[in-house]
């Protein structure tokens, strides 16, 4: 069973960089025709997609973040990352890192990680 | 303002059957498949259809349709297990982005 996990500071300072690692366990990221993603939950709220990269390495960045966002992977760490610069309390928020999959026109978030709450705080 | 609109709240008795919407356009649910989540309690969200399927694990009281540019998620025999929010998501082309609904508080009473 393919299992994520997220790790990285729970507390950044504003103005600074944000970075989180998830970590992919019981199943390859590359060479896998899937999608891995970050998706993030402001306290009380929804759902924000923050982007993708795909096992060829091209990325998907959502255009309100792209900007200050990067992501990237480690094949050889079998990890993907998550880069945001210049961080303000908007960005305080519960990271979920996870899998997306495509099945036949449909595409959809089959594996997550357990999330992580980073907090943007001096 | 969530490019995708459902309601904010929903509620049934166990064992009823309730449904929930999600509204769009023609950039995004008229032209892409749509996935739901549900999310107990502020854990991580899981997949409970994408486009008309089930994924693995989901029970058969679970179903979707769509009309348009709205897609619904029926449950069926509704279990208090199924108290949970539950959001809609798909590609939206004008925006270049995922986007997902800002989600359906289901009250199971």
């Known amino acids: 069973q393919l299992q994520l996990q997220e790790s990285g500071p729970g507390l950044v300072k504003p103005s600074e960089t944000l970075s989180l690692t998830c970590s992919v366990s019981?199943?390859?990221?590359?060479?896998?025709?899937?999608?891995w993603g970050w998706i993030r939950q402001s306290p009380g709220k929804g759902l924000e997609w923050i982007g993708n990269?795909?096992?060829?390495?091209?990325?998907y960045y959502n255009p309100s973040l792209k900007s200050r966002l990067t992501i990237s992977a480690d094949t050889s760490k079998n990890q993907f990352s998550l880069k945001l610069i210049s961080v303000t309390a908007a960005d305080t928020a519960i990271y979920y890192c996870?899998?997306?999959?495509?099945?036949?026109?449909?595409?959809?978030?089959?594996?997550w990680g357990q999330g992580t709450l980073v907090t943007v705080s001096s | 303002q969530s490019a995708l609109t459902q309601e904010a709240s929903v509620s049934g008795t166990v064992g009823q059957k309730v449904t929930l919407s999600c509204t769009g356009n023609n950039n995004n649910i008229g032209s892409y498949a749509v996935s739901w989540y549900q999310q107990i309690s502020h854990g991580a969200p899981k997949a409970v259809m994408f486009g008309n399927s089930l994924p693995s694990g989901i029970p058969d009281r679970f179903s979707g349709s769509k009309s348009g540019t709205t897609v619904s998620l029926t449950i069926s025999g509704l279990q208090p297990e199924d108290e949970a929010v539950y959001y809609c998501s798909t590609w939206d082309y004008s925006l270049s982005a995922q986007v997902f609904g800002g989600g359906t508080k289901l009250t199971v009473l």
């Open positions: 990269i795909d096992d060829s390495g091209s990325k």
């Open positions: 996870a899998r997306q999959s495509g099945v036949g026109a449909a595409d959809y978030y089959d594996y």
């Open positions: 019981d199943g390859s990221i590359s060479r896998s025709s899937h999608y």
